[in-house]
């Protein structure tokens, strides 16, 4: 009785301990009979003894309720005691599933019982609440009044805590360079959702997907996807994280001047078409702009489109390179002003090659004049 007292005496935080220090005092046949106060009695299956109880025994026991004029008692371990006793709002507790109704799951708190409504049960939405039947699952007590015998869990509620606590944990681990890996969530025209572990979710920007131009993030990864992704920048504690896969690429920007040398003739795609020019593909990732003023040697050109076609393979001359400002100036004309792969640009090219070799000739007996004429019939 004293430790009752003591109990009640800690406020009114919580209910009443019903824990009593008891002596059997008679063992007859399924009932074991425990002293536990002047004038109070109780009564106590025998299996509820690890080992066959004995009368001068003393023992903890549990008070689950009264019948003609005898307490009804439980025996069972301070865990499992503490764990009875702690249903209260907001405590923590270890409930065992043990049915399914319409709304949810029935479950016991040491000798508490419980019910887990079918939305508390988890994160997301549950199908099948029978699975959990049988299982010992981390709870948080949302309403409590033993008057009326009723507690309500939340296991959702426990699992957005345990969230809470990893996901603070990994943003500590993150920083900005970081390679993660991560799986794709969601996937938008603007980008791809990933999640990176620890409740962390990251955006994959489009324009953060590949060096070349992307259109649409499904062209690159789909739902499901594992990636490896670089950390770019954390913001709002962890409520914004971007990240970015072609960083964890060579940028072929960086030797761009060693591949496509200024005044060097290429292949390349028109992958855009704008009214002051047309932006061409050298390869995926480099794209270079050809003004309309560098488009051919007709009449002033308007537009673009009046000239080149999308998609169209065309031969241009790199003007010139700022890899710092990623921008590559190109010419549909050589450096003498004709279309490349015109006849005029032939005879140029034909030209050059005669200046050039006149360069190294002596000048006595060199006539220009039937260089030129020579080159532009063709003659050796």
Do not use: Y
Not at 90 to 106: D, F, I, P, S, Y
Not at 118 to 139: H, M, N, P, Y
Not at 191 to 212: K, T
Request: hydrophobic share 40%; with cysteine; glycine share 12%.
């Amino acid at each position: 009785m004293s430790d009752s007292s003591s109990n009640r005496r800690q406020g009114g935080q919580r209910p009443e301990p019903r824990v009593f220090k008891g002596t059997i005092v008679g063992v007859h046949g399924d009932d074991v009979i425990v002293e536990l106060g002047p004038r109070m009695q109780g009564v106590i299956a025998p299996h509820e003894f690890p080992v066959p109880p004995e009368v001068g025994q003393e023992h903890e026991f549990l008070l689950k309720g009264a019948e003609e004029g005898l307490w009804l008692l439980s025996l069972k371990n301070r865990a499992d005691l503490a764990a009875g006793l702690d249903v209260v709002v907001g405590a923590l507790v270890k409930a065992k599933v043990t049915g399914q109704n319409t709304g949810g799951l029935e479950c016991k708190v040491g000798q508490t019982s419980a019910f887990l409504p079918a939305s508390q049960v988890d994160t997301k939405r549950v199908e099948d609440l029978a699975q959990f039947i049988g299982q010992t699952v981390t709870c948080v007590v949302t309403e409590a009044d033993p008057a009326k015998k009723r507690v309500v869990l939340s296991r959702r509620a426990a699992l957005e805590k345990e969230q809470v606590v990893e996901r603070t944990d990994k943003l500590g681990s993150l920083h900005s360079g970081q390679k993660v890996r991560g799986k794709v969530t969601r996937v938008e025209s603007f980008g791809a959702f990933v999640d990176i572990g620890g409740g962390l979710e990251g955006l994959l920007h489009v324009s953060n997907m590949a060096w070349r131009r992307v259109e649409k993030a499904s062209d690159l990864v789909s739902p499901g996807q594992e990636i490896e992704v670089q950390i770019l920048e954390i913001k709002e504690g962890g409520k914004r994280i971007g990240l970015g896969m072609k960083h964890l690429q060579e940028d072929p920007w960086s030797t761009v001047d060693q591949r496509f040398p200024v005044e060097g003739v290429f292949k390349g795609r028109v992958v855009r078409l704008m009214e002051f020019g047309a932006f061409v593909e050298l390869e995926p990732g480099i794209e270079g702009l050809l003004h309309v003023s560098q488009l051919g040697t007709q009449q002033r050109v308007r537009h673009a489109k009046d000239v080149v076609n999308l998609a169209e393979a065309i031969e241009v001359r790199v003007l010139s390179i700022d890899k710092a400002q990623r921008r590559i100036s190109l010419s549909r004309l050589d450096s003498r002003g004709a279309r490349l792969g015109s006849e005029d640009a032939a005879d140029a090219g034909a030209i050059n090659e005669l200046l050039n070799q006149g360069a190294n000739r002596p000048a006595v007996g060199t006539n220009l004049g039937k260089l030129f004429q020579n080159a532009l019939k063709g003659k050796p």
